[in-house]
């Protein structure tokens, strides 16, 4: 897994869904804004942990935080490297999972736009501009797949609704029309020497 690129996705507090991907030697991660990933939680420390890039992995250090950095449940005591599927802790509120992406799904990931854009995520909050060499944030939906889907389903269905109600009132109109109207309806096709009985 070498050629793999590392990310870490918020789950649980500010910004739950958020991406960022790992592009640093070392990133810090507190509450002040000074730090490569902001959390902005109040259990979180101003300078609360540091994650360096080192050849045997990424290895996570607490930085003497009030409320403690934690591994899969675990307060750490000491630097850990980590594994990837690991959950990180900081405080009570904030989890991130610590993933590994291969470079074809990396390759996939699209850019940031150039200037803040809406998110196309209800209740997700907007990704800004990055700034030069800080890791990239990237918005996915907190709960993937169900209510995107169930939200795309409802105009298909209504519209489909909508049609067979307009043909099946067709088919009544025509099945219930008077033959007067029919034999006026026909009357071009007789010219071509076509007839129809009852006409």
């Given at each position: ?13 500010p910004n739950p869904g958020m991406v960022f991907d790992l592009t640093k030697e ?27 890039h080192t050849p045997g992995g990424y290895v996570l250090e607490d930085l003497g ?106 088919a009544a109109g025509l099945y219930w029309m008077p033959i007067s109207w029919w ?17």
């Amino acid at each position: 897994m070498s050629d793999a690129t590392f990310r870490l996705i918020v789950r649980t507090g500010p910004n739950p869904g958020m991406v960022f991907d790992l592009t640093k030697e070392v990133t810090l991660f507190g509450r002040d804004v000074t730090n490569d990933i902001v959390l902005g939680d109040s259990e979180v420390s101003r300078q609360h942990a540091r994650l360096t890039h080192t050849p045997g992995g990424y290895v996570l250090e607490d930085l003497g935080s009030t409320n403690g950095s934690f591994v899969n449940g675990e307060r750490m005591i000491a630097p850990r490297t980590l594994n990837p599927g690991d959950l990180i802790g900081y405080g009570e509120n904030v989890t991130l999972n610590f993933e590994a992406v291969s470079p074809d799904a990396a390759a996939t990931i699209a850019s940031p736009a150039a200037a803040p854009t809406p998110s196309p995520y209800p209740g997700q909050p907007h990704v800004p501009t990055p700034v030069p060499g800080a890791p990239v944030a990237t918005p996915v939906p907190a709960t993937p797949g169900e209510d995107v889907t169930q939200k795309r389903r409802l105009p298909v269905l209504l519209a489909g609704g909508g049609c067979l109600v307009v043909v099946l009132a067709c088919a009544a109109g025509l099945y219930w029309m008077p033959i007067s109207w029919w034999c006026a309806i026909l009357t071009p096709l007789r010219a071509l020497g076509i007839s129809f009985d009852g006409c």
